[in-house]
């Protein structure tokens, strides 16, 4: 998400229309939201009219230790990469605007006050609301060129129904490539490589390359089925190519930290790819056949992956609207 807090100020609700794939393109990429009215919408509205603003409840920040120098911090809006040595403190993604008091506390807990940088993933809010907390503490942030031109301009997520204001100025990243990145620190080398057109169009990928650790930011979300944010340059077909150039870098021992959930591996990112790959193209047949997205919906493309994939994340409906709308969109 974007702006704010990747939420939006909530926009007249839309009508859900159904029929030909290209008449139905505008509204489910807007979002035809069959749940406008549910608790998932209520509390996404809430957190959107936060805004970049602090002091929410307090959160409670769980560190889990990865590699030496390395842990993951859970529960801050996102999972937060913190890295730690002899030349200071790194940290990838600074979680939601709200966590970022006990973000810091957390963050002192395992690796000391020495931030020096913090690497944005993409421009969601729940992933760079922490970053002018951060700024404040001493910390600079590093970001692909597009995650800095989103978060210096009021941001729109259009499958959310979410508006997303501009990002306050030290909230903004001060250094930004276009490629590849590459920071020498801490005795090992952090790749920061930009992956186009997937989750956003602005995501990177992090890489350690002694310690073996990855940081793919939403481009993996090992809890559930994935956010494909279409309206701000995300697709399936990116977010696959991404998935594959994770897959091309990384070994069996590789620890792969996702945007949200657990800790996982490259068997799991293989499977998930695998699942993205099985339901875009069983989509793509439905809409090539020019089914609606209400007949795509009744053939239920995930099915075969709702038991692992059907929790946390994106719900199925919405997965399955975003793709439609995706693919009926590059026909």
């Known amino acids: 998400m974007r702006g704010s807090y990747q939420s939006r100020v909530a926009l007249e609700p839309r009508r859900i229309l159904s029929g030909h794939p290209r008449d139905c393109l505008r509204t489910s990429l807007e979002m035809s939201r069959l749940a406008a009215a549910s608790l998932f919408g209520a509390v996404l509205l809430f957190a959107m ?4 603003a602090q002091g929410a409840a307090p959160v409670a920040i769980e560190a889990q230790a990865l590699r030496s120098g390395l842990h993951v911090l859970r529960g801050a809006g996102c999972n937060v990469v913190v890295w730690s040595g002899s030349d200071g403190v790194l940290v990838v993604d600074s979680g939601d605007a709200a966590a970022a008091p006990q973000l810091l506390e957390a963050i002192g807990r395992v690796a000391g006050d020495n931030v020096r940088l913090v690497v944005n993933t993409h421009w969601h809010p729940d992933h760079v609301g922490g970053n002018a907390a951060l700024r404040r ?5 590093v970001a692909h060129a597009d995650t800095r031109t989103r ?3 009021r941001q729109s997520i259009v499958i959310q129904d979410l508006e997303v204001a501009a990002a306050p100025r030290d909230a903004l990243p001060v250094v930004t490539f276009d490629d590849t990145l590459t920071l020498h ?3 090992d080398r952090l790749a920061l490589l930009h992956v186009p057109g997937a989750h956003t169009d602005g995501d990177l990928i992090a890489l350690w390359q002694v310690a073996n650790v990855a940081q793919v930011g939403d481009v993996y979300r090992a809890d559930g089925y994935p956010f494909v944010d279409v309206a701000n340059g995300g697709s399936l077909a990116g977010l696959v190519a991404a998935i594959e150039t994770v897959l091309s870098r990384v070994d069996a021992r590789t620890v792969i930290v996702p945007g949200h959930g657990p800790v996982s591996n490259r ?3 293989s499977a998930y790819r695998d699942m993205l790959v099985a339901v875009g193209r069983r989509v793509r047949e439905l809409v ?3 089914a609606s997205v209400d007949e795509v919906l009744a053939a239920q493309p995930t ?3 709702d038991e692992r994939y059907g929790g946390a994340g994106e719900s199925t409906e919405r997965f399955v609207r975003v793709l439609y709308a995706d693919l009926a969109g590059r026909r």
């Open 303 to 305: 099915a075969a992956f």
């Open 288 to 290: 090539d056949e020019g």
């Open 151 to 153: 978060m210096n301009a």
């Open 185 to 187: 620190l801490n005795g």
């Open 267 to 269: 068997a799991e990112l």
């Open 49 to 52: 009219e936060a805004g970049w």
């Open 137 to 141: 503490a001493g910390a600079a942030s």
